[in-house]
């Protein structure tokens, strides 16, 4: 099980991630719009053996609704774009340009530049986006990066896995495909499972397991993702900390309306993810339930996180959710195959659904509630026992799943670790 952390624009705080031993599985994705500004970071993770991946932002330079931001700021660009790319400009001279930075910075594996895979044309777009594939393939070689792989990217709705040509064109598409894994970022893919969902998702999922090749849920962190991987239907997760840690392709689809709202000051509402429950709520509703009799205790477990106020929980809110994270898939990768299911079921499911049922019966001040302009206690208690609720569902989802003959759970593939530690190899040059 692969838990590969993307950086963002948060390169002062991942080294800081890093020097504390948070980043077990040693993979990091670099935005091509950061590569020189991070260029003292990347040299750092080389040299301990980190994997680095690089993510063109193609993708983004593709969408009408995404391309004036950071993005057009990529380095492989010969300037700033004036317009979103085209198919026309995924060519040759597109795939030099990658492949030189790509070379130039050492990158091990690049991210397939692709563009959104919609309803309408889905074919069409899934191999224009596989020729490109080729076209890389072939400038990197010339550049000198025989030894950079490329990671096959999908972009777009979790319903179009449903379909079965597209799963077909998929599976039929890769079987000659210059791709060493395939990243599926997808919309309709969330943090709290639901029974319904998982059952559909991990049949989708299984199928294209006929690529033969490792698959990695991209901007994908939760409990959802873990299930996943827990039935062997996906060899990794990718994921920003507290952010790019779940996809929505609204804003791919149409103009952006807000900011981002689990980020930021200045009134914009901020959300953290709770220790042990597995979803997020607003920093008002965590600072209620913790100011509730025995809600410190329950909500922040201080004896294991060491969080002892709300003050502490703020502090330390990007770095709980990646330890919390990272812990747990390798916790899953530490299980035989055949015990995964029942030891992600035991180990985060119920211990999740078990902490949500407690916290939903704390009693909460309404008074401290209208002075935190949490609307309603009622409504915060009734979703914590609904999660609750919804969690013992997907628990008794996955045991079905594991017992339907149909869903044929052989276990996923490994992900090869490329990174190699150069401090390792002159020590040993050395001896």
Not at 366 to 385: F, G, I, P, Y
């Given at each position: ?6 950086v ?11 020097s ?15 590569v ?14 980190f ?11 593709a ?5 004036t ?6 380095e ?28 130039a ?12 895979v ?8 899934l ?37 079965e040509?597209v ?10 495909a ?37 698959i ?15 039935l062997?239907v ?12 779940q ?43 913790s ?10 477990d ?20 990646l330890?919390?994270a ?27 659904a078990?902490?949500a ?32 609720s919804?969690?013992d ?13 149909n ?6 593939i ?8 150069e ?9």
């Open positions: 099980m692969a838990t590969i952390v993307r963002g624009d948060f390169h002062q705080q991942f080294a800081h991630y890093q504390q031993n948070l980043l077990l599985g040693k993979r990091a994705v670099v935005d091509a719009y950061n020189k500004r991070q260029a003292d970071l990347l040299n750092e993770l080389r040299a301990v053996g994997e680095l991946i690089l993510d063109t932002k193609a993708a983004e330079l969408c009408p609704f995404k391309w931001g950071q993005s057009r700021k990529a492989w660009l010969e300037g700033e774009p004036e317009r979103p790319l085209t198919p026309r400009d995924f060519n040759l001279d597109m795939a030099t340009r990658i492949a030189e930075l790509a070379v910075h050492k990158f091990h594996i690049v991210l397939a530049p692709s563009r959104y919609s309803d309408a044309s889905a074919l069409t777009t191999e224009q986006n596989h020729e490109f594939m080729a076209l890389l393939r072939s400038a990197l070689d010339r550049a000198g990066g025989q030894k950079i792989r490329i990671a096959s990217s999908f972009i777009g709705r979790l319903t179009l896995l449903g379909k040509e799963t077909n064109r998929i599976v039929s598409l890769h079987r000659d210059p791709a060493s894994s395939i990243w599926l970022r997808l919309s309709g893919i969330r943090r709290d499972p639901l029974a319904g969902r998982v059952r559909t998702t991990a049949r989708r999922l299984q199928l294209l397991n006929e690529c033969e090749l490792p990695v849920l991209d901007y994908a962190a939760g409990l959802e993702p873990l299930t996943y991987a827990a062997g996906v060899s990794g997760q990718s994921f920003g900390i507290l952010k790019n840690d996809f929505s392709d609204e804003t791919w689809l149409k103009p952006s309306k807000s900011l981002d709202n689990s980020i930021g000051d200045g009134g914009i509402q901020q959300f953290a993810r709770a220790p042990g429950l597995g979803r997020s709520l607003s920093h008002a509703e965590l600072q209620l339930i100011e509730a009799p025995k809600g410190k205790r329950l909500l922040f201080p004896a294991n996180t060491g969080i002892g106020t709300f003050e502490d929980f703020k502090a330390k809110a990007k770095e709980t959710a330890r919390e990272v812990e747990a898939a390798a916790g899953v990768s530490e299980v035989p195959n055949s015990r995964r299911p029942d030891h992600f079921k035991t180990t985060h499911l119920d211990q999740a078990r902490k049922l407690q916290l939903s019966r704390l009693e909460l001040d309404a008074d401290r509630a209208a002075e935190l302009k949490v609307k309603s206690t009622e409504s915060l208690q009734k979703r914590l026992a609904d999660y609750a919804s969690l569902k997907t628990g008794q989802a996955l045991e079905k799943i594991v017992e339907d003959p869903m044929r759970l052989t276990g996923s490994a992900l090869p670790h490329l990174g190699k530690s401090k390792s190899d002159e020590a040993g040059e050395r001896r």
